[in-house]
């Protein structure tokens, strides 16, 4: 049988960023009706490669092939004129157009008065609705959730016609649910004999899709795999060069049966009904639940950034009604939100201030900023995460996205506080990652008796490291199950009761 022509051929790729080399002598190729992931752990440089396919990057050396003919890439535009198109891992939409329009921008890089609008609206819509049905090609695209928009960038990237796509990360903020229409969506483009670079933590996933898996490791191309091959602790060993740890938090029993946070009531009108729930001195409680189901709501209540219609909340024993975040960041409730583009970094600042600006009371002397005390204590926490960078004094926006999500973590976790609620803590972080991030929260609760609220669309992620499980279903909790009798179907079927 003869091999058809690849559509695509990256050859002896380098990128280096000042003294980091991120991608080192990658060769890659991509075939007409193929679906390739790239695997790799955090700062590996999946984005890095992906970002000189599509000529967000210029390689530092190496060739680009498109049906065999070398192509030279100094714009997005250029790669798009021969087909390729991104949905980026970070989102990139303009946040005051709406849906259509932000679909339509990408789909045109001719002038703009040679566009029939009222025609490629309706090409927009068509493509949206491939993608999602229940999202509004009229609404602005700020008024959509993190996971709308990161589908409205697949549509954005899908309307362009192009023969090659890149997804990196799409399901990252996705549910069940969503990811599951996105798997399918992804397989018939592929039947059409269209192409993709596909990339994602979630290994399952890259199995299901692939047709074949390459894996990177420090910049460098370490094997590719057969799908049928890719057995997740494979998988794991490649990215990482070593077997992988053990999988969930032990079982365990708290040791303290103070309840620390009591939620009694709590309404807040078309968010949430009636929740009622406490928490314990010491515990992690996972806060499971679809999209829409009023998990972010609810934390973003408690933390004071909405005011309840109804309902009490009492911390260590004491009624509280925050009035804002600083109340709630002083009493020693803290909410790590799940935006951390829009709500958790400053781009302009290092990794450094990201991560210690606002811890910074707890350094200072009394003449000076004792400095060297909190680069110690960021050191020392970035080391446990396995966070890849090269100087916490570069810019936290040179950071790969998983490790830009450690150091907003850590940031948190040097702060003295009773109650943490983190919204979907590693989302974009590698398997390994994970474990160590989990390992850190159990370290913290049984040493400083923090308790803390992880809510996560990931199941897997709840049945690692929670001691008991909420499900929340339409605003509403729908039950609580301790980790010891929790499964995925049983929470799938608890949500769906
Ligand atoms: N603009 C930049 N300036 C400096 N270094 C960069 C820049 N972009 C990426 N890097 C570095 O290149 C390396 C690879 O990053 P890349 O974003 O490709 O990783 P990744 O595999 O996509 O990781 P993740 O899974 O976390 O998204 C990292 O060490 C990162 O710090
Ligand atoms: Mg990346």
Known sequence: MNTPAPVFEARRVSKSFGPVSALKDVSITLFPGEVHSIIGENGAGKSTLMNIICGRFQPTEGQLFVDGKEVHFHLPKDAQ???????????????????????MLGAHCGPALSIDWRKTRAEATRHLHEVDNSIDPAARVSSLSKAQQ????????????????IFDEPTATLTYREEETLMSYIEALAREGRSA???????????????????????????????????????????????PKAGAQPLRDL???????????????????????????????????????????????????????????????????????????RAGVIYLPEERKQEGIFP????AENTGLPTLDRFT??????????MAEVEKLAGQMKAKFNSLRDPITSLSGGNQQKFIIARW?????????????????DVNAKFEIQSVLRKL???????????????????????????????????????????????????MS
Do not use: W
């Open 365 to 374: 002397g009394l003449l000076h900023l004792r400095n060297r005390d909190m």
């Open 197 to 243: 670079f596909y990339i994602s933590h979630r290994l399952d996933e890259v199995r299901r899709l692939s047709h074949r898996i390459t894996v990177l490791r420090d910049g460098v191309h370490v094997g590719e795999l057969a799908p049928e091959e890719a057995s997740r602790e494979r998988m794991v060993t490649m990215m990482a060069g070593r077997p």
């Open 348 to 351: 302009l600042l290092s990794i």
């Open 445 to 495: 609760t049984e040493e400083r008796g923090l308790s803390i609220i992880v809510i996560s669309s990931e199941m897997e992620e709840l049945l690692d490291v929670a001691d008991r499980i909420m499900v929340m279903h339409e605003g509403k909790v729908k039950g609580a199950i301790d980790r010891r009798e929790a499964s995925q179907e049983g929470l799938l079927q608890m949500a």
């Open 413 to 429: 976790l040097m702060r003295d506080a009773h109650v943490l609620i983190m919204d979907e803590p590693t989302r974009g972080i």
């Open 150 to 165: 990161q589908l409205v960038q697949i549509a954005r990237a899908a309307a362009t016609e192009a023969r090659v796509l």
């Open 81 to 103: 004129a021969h087909g390729i198109a991104i949905a980026p891992q970070e989102i990139s939409l303009v946040p005051h157009l709406s849906v259509a329009e932000n679909i």
């Open 255 to 329: 040791p303290s049966t103070d309840t620390v946070l009591k939620v009694e009531g709590l309404t807040r009108a078309h968010e949430f009904r009636d929740l009622s729930f406490s928490l314990r001195k010491g515990e992690i409680l996972g806060v499971s639940g679809l999209v829409g189901s009023g998990r972010t709501e609810m934390a973003k209540c408690i933390f004071g950034a909405t005011r309840a219609d109804a309902g009490r909340i009492e911390l260590n024993g004491k009624p509280v009604s925050f009035r804002g975040p600083l109340e709630a960041i």
